[in-house]
């Protein structure tokens, strides 16, 4: 087989993976083999871990199957390197191959829900401290009524913003591999 190789380890309890990217294929482990021409559009997430831990994936969409390509390293981990390396070759060439597929970025739209839920669960929150504060304000020792009205202040504010950013009824905003890769790009540097 001939073509680029990237070789990386999708976490620390993973081994070493090599993907091989040759004119209109991608190779994985396991006999993974994508046409890259028949790819119809897929996800990059990049989601902060914990700990200084960045994890990216790559979906490939096509038709009804789904190859993930992820890898959970720091930011300037070796093997976050060779997997954003990777990522940025396969949606070069998705670009030439297959301009018309529709990627979203951390688009997911589990991830979605699940924040949007968190969101709802603040906003849920905030009547519960505001009561909490209203029950103090006369009599009461100390700071609680101000630390409850600025924690259901927060709670409000913060899961407003969140329930609205991962509103899951929204359509997806789409992009187009060219605008992916710069994307990918941005995170290299």
Same mark, same amino acid.
């Given at each position: 087989?001939?073509?680029?190789?990237?070789?990386?380890?999708?976490?620390?309890?993973?081994?070493?993976?090599?993907?091989?990217?040759?004119?209109?294929?991608?190779?994985?482990?396991?006999?993974?083999?994508?046409?890259?021409?028949?790819?119809?559009?897929?996800?990059?997430?990049?989601?902060?871990?914990?700990?200084?831990?960045?994890?990216?994936?790559?979906?490939?969409?096509?038709?009804?199957?789904?190859?993930?390509? *992820?890898?959970?390293?720091?930011? *300037?981990?070796?093997?976050?390197?060779?997997?954003?390396?990777?990522? *940025?070759?396969?949606?070069?060439?998705?670009?030439?191959? *297959?301009?018309?597929?529709?990627?979203?970025?951390?688009?997911?739209?589990?991830?979605?829900?699940?924040?949007?839920?968190?969101?709802?669960?603040?906003?849920?929150?905030?009547?519960?401290?505001?009561?909490?504060?209203?029950?103090?304000?006369?009599?009461?020792?100390?700071?609680?009524?101000?630390?409850?009205?600025?924690?259901?202040?927060?709670?409000?504010?913060?899961?407003?913003?969140?329930?609205?950013?991962?509103?899951?009824?929204?359509?997806?905003?789409?992009?187009?591999?060219?605008?992916?890769?710069?994307?990918?790009?941005?995170?290299?540097?």
């Amino acid at each position: 087989m001939t073509g680029q190789f990237f070789t990386f380890s999708r976490s620390s309890f993973h081994r070493q993976e090599t993907w091989t990217l040759e004119a209109e294929q991608l190779h994985g482990p396991n006999d993974v083999v994508v046409d890259l021409s028949s790819v119809t559009g897929g996800d990059f997430m990049d989601i902060a871990g914990q700990h200084g831990i960045k994890n990216n994936a790559l979906r490939l969409d096509r038709g009804s199957e789904r190859i993930e390509i *992820a890898c959970s390293d720091t930011e *300037a981990g070796s093997q976050r390197k060779a997997h954003l390396d990777l990522c *940025a070759a396969v949606i070069e060439k998705l670009s030439l191959l *297959a301009p018309q597929a529709r990627f979203t970025i951390n688009g997911d739209r589990q991830l979605i829900w699940i924040f949007f839920i968190v969101g709802l669960g603040m906003l849920m929150g905030a009547p519960m401290a505001a009561f909490g504060a209203w029950s103090y304000r006369e009599g009461a020792p100390g700071d609680e009524f101000e630390v409850l009205l600025l924690a259901a202040a927060l709670l409000l504010m913060i899961g407003g913003a969140i329930s609205y950013k991962y509103f899951p009824w929204r359509s997806p905003e789409w992009k187009k591999p060219t605008e992916v890769l710069e994307f990918i790009r941005g995170l290299e540097t």
